[in-house]
């Protein structure tokens, strides 16, 4: 069976310092992956999307960028992080027209 | 483009009652299909039901039923015999054919249910 894992659950960070998110899927070949993120009490805003090694698509305009070096890897990073981007970070995984299947997600303070 | 409206910030049901919660969605495709999600205060985001547009008969899953009119672009959840385990955020999602990879959610219900 397919499990993806994300970590870490919750990080603390100070303003201007990087971000590095890791989400790993098993137990499927080439998924869609996902990154989403929620503010406190709204909805999930999509952030990337991948479909394929290297094939990034951007969403939003930010600070933020993804990378998937490996066929289950999908990696959220920022260079400086500012304190707009505290929030729920979900990653998801879904193959092609299936729902999608989402990690535990990672809570964000940055402060 | 895609866009998803859950028009219903909050709602309140009795236990045991039904509940019907509210998404419109827009797409110039004919070929798409509609999700919905439970997030309890866990955080953890939960499937529960898939509407195909070319699907024929509403889609059902246990206590949930998904009321589909594909004229009116309206894709709602009905929850049958609410019970308290039900208080969550619920999420309308879609994804089209134009878009096929990407996934977007509605701004959510927030529902509770009271004993």
């Known amino acids: 069976s397919q499990t993806i894992h994300q970590w870490p659950a919750t990080l603390v960070q100070p303003v201007g310092s990087p971000l590095s998110l890791e989400c790993t899927v098993e137990?499927?070949?080439?998924?869609?992956l996902y990154w989403y993120r929620q503010a406190a009490g709204r909805g999930l805003q999509l952030l990337f999307y991948?479909?394929?090694?290297?094939?990034i698509s951007s969403e939003v305009p930010q600070n933020l960028s993804a990378s998937r070096p490996q066929d289950r890897q999908f990696i959220l990073s920022s260079k400086k992080l500012l304190l707009s981007d505290s929030g729920f970070y979900l990653c998801?995984?879904?193959?092609?027209?299936?729902?999608?299947?989402f990690g535990n997600g990672t809570r964000l303070t940055v402060t | 483009a895609q866009k998803i409206t859950q028009t219903q910030p909050g709602m309140f049901v009795q236990e045991k009652e039904a509940v019907t919660l509210d998404c419109t969605y827009d797409?110039?495709?004919?070929?798409?299909?509609l999700f919905w999600y439970k997030q309890p205060s866990s955080g953890e985001m939960i499937f529960l039901i898939y509407q195909g547009s070319y699907d024929e008969q509403n889609a059902t899953e246990g206590r949930y039923s998904l009321n589909f009119q594909k004229a009116r672009k309206s894709a709602n959840l009905v929850i049958s015999a609410s019970q308290l385990g039900d208080s969550a955020m619920y999420f309308c999602?879609?994804?089209?054919?134009?878009?096929?990879?990407?996934?977007?959610f509605g701004p959510g219900t927030s529902l509770s249910v009271i004993p």
């Open positions: 137990g499927t070949s080439n998924p869609n």
């Open positions: 998801a995984w879904s193959a092609l027209l299936t729902p999608l299947h």
């Open positions: 797409t110039s495709d004919q070929s798409y299909g």
């Open positions: 999602a879609m994804r089209d054919k134009t878009s096929y990879d990407k996934v977007i």
């Open positions: 991948s479909v394929g090694i290297g094939q």
